[in-house]
């Protein structure tokens, strides 16, 4: 298709695989992962490593400092701080792991089965999970200590218990999310059994979260339990680094670092994971940004050099050209690349538009018309570049020959005065939280500098004009109370309300039925009529075209191919695209037969 | 037309679905009234409504995913109006489906040879044969054999829409169930995508269920056509009747809304569309005072 889906492909191939490397990039995921494997290594290797066994005692040197034998010197038992220090890490690590695993074997299940099926054990899982969450933790855990004595053990399976509905959550929320993609439905249809589609389809889309939530789970695991055991309710026979930090407290006067390395060694574990945890979630995050925009890298420092100083006044624009309402020459609009370079979406375009006179520029999806439609808006995204040409507004740049962006200043004297516009998405386009008659009337105050009260008598007329049948009714509704067509109707009333002598309409009829569409159509022909405004068009329909346009331009990746009379470019059409275009339309085709004569391979 | 396809694949008779409402005793919101259709052995059935009607109900209700409250759904004499998931899973062989959005069809963690393959391995089939089976997919829906180990992000709307045809085709089914298979899709791309569909029943014999908003697509795709409104069938034909002269006033509004592409004709085509809205408000103003 267009170039830029390519360009999106391409760079998220690229990010796909290098989710572990990106984590490996940030510095804090380095030092993460860096500490962490050295403690698991340790704790793996401990027999090995301790010079002494974790309870071995040597009453003769007590509270000693370090030398040789005893690399951090020895506890009031005289037993080595070293040894116990690297014989915790096993059972710290080791039991903040079973906390992770038993809260995930709870709450993973349990979350995959109420977010898929819903219904009654979603009811009673949630019930359960209020419970579970109302319970006061630390209490809990003292409690169980009393009835099953000091195991680290059970208390870290009872804490992973009381977590469990953090997974649970979680999971719910995320498998509810993807329930209903079509692509779940598809696998459905395939037959695939309930069980089947959760492990193959609906698993992976928690996957991500549950890595992430492990980490900060297992950090605080280790907290709690180090806290329990700080507090005198550890099993004193067993090494850990909060029985450790309790013994290193008791004497705290005598050997002060005997508290200093298991509060180090926790602190630096909790830290890591905590840390490992966000690198985890930025990578993926990252992952997102470059699917979901291909337009968010910063510009380059190269490029913003290239800016000058602002000139206070617009030059002046060549003589002869001022009658046209709108003049677009040259224009070459850019996006910044990773690599520095500007990738051009709109490349040499030049387009004039006259009073009273309706411009269509049409083209499919990636060709850049909605990109030249709203650099005339001054709309472009903050890093789009003007690479080159200019656009005239009555008379006046609002982008000089040499600007590299929209000059905002020039523009925002214009927008909603001079230039309105009319949206694609009726519904996404107005606000929610108010009324329709709040928004049509705030932006005539501001603008027309009225009272509000003859902005709402201007309003009511508005809708009228529109041809709503009760405006004081639609005035008072919150727009989800309208259909589509009526919201669309409420932003043409918008779009006319302070007299504009442009009117930039970007696909107004594409999210409507046909019908409804016909009826839009005949509303911005009348209006545009009556208020002799000039209006430019963006549409991929010849239909609408047909319909609206006096003239119109035709747009393939970036260029202009095609521009003139309607008649003459549907009648005739010169360019190969533009007949290849009008050949895919199936208005008078013969029914049943092939409308490409080849199959073709780069749809 | 309508004689050569004396076998009916599918029927659908009288069937109403009902989705529950949210509040308590609060009425159930009815999308389907008493909907009948029938469709022959390598038949295409277009159905053709405005968004809301009950047209992608109707192919969701054929395919399971929507719930039957009354009347039945027929599919080579048996009746699958509650097919059990095991059921369904026999059925997946013979009855397939191309949702709209390319986007959301294709699981975006799986590689297009896994999506491929998943229906084949469902039925059993071993490795081997479903993978020789993916590749002769891919080809029959010209995509180049490299796709098997690539993303479904890496693809254009078109590409991606020719993966999810290309899987409905795995089995080989007799009815694939298409909802506005084409409406996300450019129009260069509409066009060979609707080339491929029609190809593809060339070759194999397959019957379409074909839902769309686009009178135009329906008509150069269909040999039948049933228009939907308010949840309800007004008028069903040949294609060549429906949606060059139809009876029913819906459709006539549907017919003249559609704009073409020559601006005298669109203005002749308006006016009528004035003219046939202003005889149908005369004569319902009529009817109402006659009541």
Redesign the interface.
């Known amino acids: 298709?267009?170039e830029p889906?390519?360009i999106k492909?391409?760079t998220?191939?690229l990010a796909?695989t290098n989710v572990f490397k990106r984590i490996l990039k940030n510095p804090l995921g380095i030092f993460a992962v860096a500490v962490l494997t050295i403690m698991v290594l340790v704790a793996i290797f401990a027999g090995w490593i301790a010079p002494f066994g974790e309870n071995a005692a040597n009453i003769g040197k007590t509270l000693s400092g370090a030398d040789s034998v005893n690399l951090l010197g020895t506890d009031s038992a005289g037993r080595d701080t070293f040894s116990r220090l690297v014989y915790g890490a096993q059972t710290t690590l080791l039991s903040a792991l079973l906390c992770a695993a038993v809260a995930i074997a709870i709450g993973l299940p349990a979350g995959l089965i109420a977010g898929y099926y819903s219904g009654p054990f979603d009811s009673a899982a949630n019930w359960v999970v209020n419970v579970l969450m109302a319970l006061p933790g630390i209490i809990v855990l003292l409690t169980i200590r009393a009835a099953f004595g000091p195991s680290v053990w059970i208390s870290m399976i009872a804490f992973g218990i009381l977590i469990s509905p953090g997974y649970f959550r979680l999971t719910r929320t995320a498998v509810q999310s993807v329930r209903n993609?079509?692509?779940v439905?598809?696998?459905?249809?395939?037959?695939?059994?309930?069980a089947?589609i959760i492990t193959?389809?609906i698993f992976?889309?928690v996957r991500a979260p549950i890595i992430i939530q492990t980490a900060i789970v297992c950090g605080v695991a280790i907290s709690i339990q180090s806290g329990l055991e700080f507090l005198g309710l550890g099993d004193p026979t067993v090494a850990t680094w909060g029985v450790m930090l309790s013994e290193g407290f008791k004497n705290v006067y005598l050997a002060p670092t005997l508290l200093l390395w298991p509060a180090l060694a926790i602190g630096l574990a909790v830290g890591s994971l905590v840390l490992l945890g966000n690198a985890v979630r930025d990578a993926l995050e990252d992952r997102e940004k470059v699917?979901v925009s291909k337009r968010n890298d910063p510009p380059t420092v190269a490029l913003q050099m290239q800016r000058g100083p602002r000139k206070k006044k617009a030059a002046n624009v060549e003589v002869g050209t001022e009658k046209h309402l709108v003049k677009v020459s040259h224009l070459a609009i850019g996006y910044p690349q990773a690599n520095g370079t500007l990738k051009p979406v709109v490349n040499d375009v030049s387009f004039t538009v006259d009073r009273g006179e309706v411009l269509g520029i049409v083209g499919?999806?990636g060709s850049g018309k909605s990109q030249t439609a709203f650099s005339i808006l001054g709309l472009l995204p903050p890093e789009a570049r003007i690479m080159s040409g200019s656009i005239q507004f009555d008379g006046e740049y609002t982008v000089e020959p040499g600007e590299d962006t929209v000059n905002q200043g020039r523009l925002s004297a214009l927008r909603g005065k001079r230039i309105s516009y009319i949206p694609q998405e009726p519904m996404s386009n107005l606000d929610p939280a108010y009324t329709i008659g709040s928004q049509l009337v705030a932006p005539m105050v501001t603008v027309l500098g009225i009272s509000k009260a003859e902005a709402k008598k201007r309003a009511l007329k508005l809708l009228s004009d529109v041809g709503i049948v009760d405006p004081a009714r639609t005035f008072g509704a919150y727009p989800h109370e309208v259909s589509g067509g009526m919201a669309q109707r409420v932003l043409i009333a918008g779009a006319i309300s302070c007299e504009p002598d442009l009117i930039i309409a970007d696909e107004p009829t594409t999210a409507l039925?046909?019908?409804?569409?016909?009826e839009v159509?005949?509303l911005i022909r009348d209006l545009q009529k009556r208020l002799g405004v000039g209006v430019i068009l963006v549409t991929?329909?010849?239909?609408?075209?047909?319909?609206l346009c006096d003239r119109v331009v035709v747009m393939q990746a970036g260029r202009l191919v095609e521009g003139g009379q309607?008649?003459e470019i549907?009648?005739a059409p010169q360019d190969p695209y533009t007949i290849?275009?009008?050949?895919?339309?199936?208005?008078?085709?013969k029914?049943?037969?092939?409308?490409?004569s080849q199959?073709?391979?780069t749809? | 037309m309508t004689g050569a396809f004396q076998d009916d694949l599918l029927v659908v008779d009288d069937l109403v679905v009902e989705y529950p409402s949210k509040g308590f005793r609060k009425k159930p919101f009815r999308a389907l009234t008493d909907v009948s259709i029938r469709i022959g052995q390598g038949e295409t059935l277009g159905l053709v409504g405005e968004s809301g009607s009950g047209k992608t109900t109707l192919g969701r209700a054929v395919l399971g995913l929507a719930p039957v409250t009354a009347g039945t759904i027929t599919f080579e004499g048996e009746d699958i109006s509650h097919a059990s998931r095991k059921h369904r899973q026999k059925l997946s062989r013979d009855l397939q489906v191309v949702f709209q959005d390319p986007y959301t069809s294709l699981n975006p963690a799986m590689e297009i040879g896994d999506i491929l393959a998943e229906p084949l391995t469902i039925q059993g089939i071993g490795p081997t044969e479903s993978k020789a089976r993916v590749k002769e997919l891919l080809d029959h829906v010209n995509l180049p054999s490299d796709a098997l180990h690539r993303q479904p992000r890496e693809f254009s709307g078109g590409q991606r829409q020719r993966v999810a045809i290309a899987r409905a085709l795995a089995l080989s089914p007799k009815l694939i169930v298409c909802d506005e298979p084409v409406s996300a899709l450019d129009l260069t791309t509409q066009a060979r995508v609707l080339d491929l569909f029609l190809q593809i029943q060339q070759d194999t014999g397959v019957s379409y269920l074909f839902v769309s908003h686009d009178l135009d697509v329906v008509r150069h795709i269909s040999h039948r056509v049933a228009v939907m409104y308010h949840g309800e069938i007004v008028e069903q034909g040949p294609a060549a009747q429906v949606t060059v002269s139809p009876e029913h006033p819906y459709t006539q509004r549907l017919l003249l809304a559609s704009p073409v592409p020559d601006p005298d004709r669109q203005e002749e085509r308006r006016a009528n569309r004035r003219r046939l809205l202003d005889e149908q408000r005369a004569s319902a103003e009529l009817a109402a005072a006659g009541a």
């Open positions: 298709m267009s889906v390519e492909a391409s998220a191939t796909r993609e079509l692509y439905d598809a696998a459905r249809v395939s037959g695939l059994s309930d089947r193959r389809h992976s889309v699917t499919e999806s039925d046909v019908t409804v569409q016909a159509l005949d991929h329909n010849f239909g609408v075209v047909a319909d309607v008649r549907l009648g290849t275009l009008l050949d895919s339309m199936l208005e008078n085709k029914p049943m037969t092939m409308l490409v199959g073709g391979t749809s």
